[in-house]
C-alpha cells in the first residue's frame, strides 16, 4: 500500500511540472505578444507571475527528486 501512495505521489509531482511548464510557455508567449503590440506596462504586469511559476517548478522538481530517492 505504501508503495502505490509513494508512486501516486510521484505521479503527481510529475503531473505538477508538466503543467508548470505549460504555464510558463503560455505566460512567456503573452508577455513576447504584449512587447511586439507595444503594450510594455502590460508585458511587465504579465512577467510578475513568472517569478511565481519558476519557483513552483523549482519546488515540483525538488520534491519529484526527493520522492524518487526516498
Do not use: S
Request: charged share 35%; no cysteine.
Amino acid at each position: 500500500m505504501l508503495g502505490r501512495l509513494r508512486e501516486d505521489e510521484i505521479e503527481m509531482e510529475r503531473r505538477h511540472i508538466r503543467e508548470a511548464r505549460v504555464w510558463i510557455a503560455r505566460q512567456e508567449e503573452a508577455v513576447v505578444r504584449l512587447d511586439l503590440v507595444g503594450a510594455y506596462d502590460f508585458a511587465l504586469q504579465a512577467r510578475e507571475p513568472l517569478v511565481r511559476f519558476h519557483t513552483f517548478l523549482a519546488f515540483a522538481r525538488a520534491r519529484l527528486d526527493y520522492l524518487e530517492n526516498k
